[in-house]
């Protein structure tokens, strides 16, 4: 059982550069989140997902965009980097958003660098 | 908006018992939970409290919840080396019709030998 899986593990960008972060969930999850991890930070919510077609806004939605392709993914891409996005993005899934015992399920994350 | 607060680090003797604690803002919590980050890694769900519990055990964790005072902590007996980790406390209401976790900062747990 693959849970959600997160690629690629590690990348360095130039500022300006763009990518993408992919994220594949396989337990049949309807909700689906990207959380950004910064030192003594925390997570924050960038954007989510609560159901296949739709997106929604986060906490820090500014320079990022999100796509939920099917049921299964859900990819973050960075049109242009900035060092500010330097940071440790994880990808969750949960089964619903609206049960109100949502349990998210994490991918192993992917350490992003910008220079 | 939410606020969910914990202290950054917590450091013990491997045998000893930890206390995380944890505090929340929101009053309409329906669910609050103790995720666990080891190096690494993603994180992993402990254990969780509905919000009309006060206490929940589970082997050598024990979730205890204060919720006059906004108060969450999470007991670990016997701390061992392998317990030492990145410990969130999140709680979920329905705020805006969904129960999106608000999650805290993080409280690093390092353990001696």
């Known amino acids: 059982n693959a849970g959600v899986t997160q690629t690629p593990k590690f990348q360095v960008l130039k500022t300006g550069q763009s990518m993408t972060l992919q994220c594949a969930q396989d337990m049949n999850h309807n909700s689906m989140y990207w959380y950004r991890q910064d030192p003594g930070m925390g997570l924050r919510l960038i954007y989510y997902?609560?159901?296949?077609?739709?997106?929604d806004k986060g906490e820090v939605p500014n320079g990022y965009n999100v796509s939920r392709l099917n049921k299964r993914e859900f990819s973050l891409r960075l049109e242009s980097a900035a060092p500010s996005q330097t940071s440790v993005y994880f990808c969750?899934?949960?089964?619903?958003?609206?049960?109100?015992?949502?349990?998210?399920?994490f991918g192993a994350g992917t350490r992003l660098s910008v220079l | 908006g939410e606020d969910v607060e914990q202290s950054l680090f917590l450091s013990v003797r491997e045998g000893d018992s930890s206390v995380i604690n944890c505090t929340y803002t929101d009053s309409s919590s329906t669910y609050l939970y103790w995720y666990k980050q080891e190096p690494g890694a993603g994180l992993q769900l402990l254990t969780y409290i509905f919000s009309n519990m006060d206490m929940k055990q589970d082997q050598r964790l024990t979730v205890l919840l204060n919720k006059k005072d906004k108060h969450l902590s999470l007991r670990i007996a016997d701390t061992q080396t392998g317990d030492s980790a990145i410990y969130f406390c999140?709680?979920?209401?329905?705020?805006?019709?969904?129960?999106?976790?608000?999650f805290g900062r993080g409280t690093s747990l390092i353990v001696h030998p």
């Open positions: 999140a709680e979920s209401d329905a705020s805006g019709g969904s129960y999106i976790p608000t």
């Open positions: 997902s609560a159901s296949e077609g739709t997106t």
């Open positions: 969750a899934s949960s089964e619903n958003f609206s049960l109100a015992k949502n349990i998210q399920y």
